[in-house]
């Protein structure tokens, strides 16, 4: 038990219970002597995009930035590992907000007998989209991996769904 002042000397009475039993570290490693293959060749792309989304103001501050990274590398690194499943490894994406502006829509709205020209306002973003993994296989499509994840309406509002979650710039 501490006391309140140190003292020069340990306590003769211990505050645990001295065991004798061995314990292993919980990261030991049980060495094998099996091969490990090696793991390809690495293959790097740089894919640029673009995305616009609307209701969501003329541009993102620093916090919507990140979080707009986070849940879009994370989409395209989730697409990105089902497309090399089995045939890549050690997959690494990044994902980077190249530019962003206000963009205006051409959308019609009817009211009573005349027609109107209303704009609902977009954000279009502009980002690149790095993608590095291991593999034998070199005729990847890079384009295909980043679009994987946005082609669907089901995915494009999984994928808003997720930007709401984690932060409330998102929410409209």
């Known amino acids: 038990m501490p006391t309140s002042h140190p003292t020069v000397f340990p306590s003769a009475s211990p505050s645990g219970t001295p065991t004798l039993s061995p314990t292993l570290s919980p990261v030991a490693k049980i060495a094998t002597n099996a091969p490990v293959a090696p793991p390809g060749p ?43 499943d089995g045939q890549g490894n050690d997959l690494v994406v990044a994902v980077s907000l190249d530019h962003q502006e206000a963009v205006e829509s051409g959308r019609r709205a009817r009211m009573s007998l005349r ?13 690149t989209t790095a993608i590095e993994f291991n593999s034998d296989k070199q005729n990847w499509d890079p384009n295909a991996m980043v ?12 994928y808003i769904v997720a930007l ?9």
């Open 164 to 172: 709401k979650s984690v932060d409330n710039a998102f929410a409209n």
């Open 147 to 158: 679009a994987d994840g946005f082609r669907t309406t089901t995915q494009q509002w999984e």
């Open 115 to 127: 027609s109107l020209q209303s704009s609902e306002s977009g954000l279009q973003i502009n980002f």
């Open 42 to 84: 690495t293959n790097i792309y740089e894919v640029e995009s673009m995305m616009v989304l609307y209701g969501i103001g003329d541009e993102l501050d620093g916090d919507a930035i990140d979080s707009w990274v986070f849940v879009t590398q994370g989409r395209i690194y989730d697409e990105t590992l089902k497309t090399i």
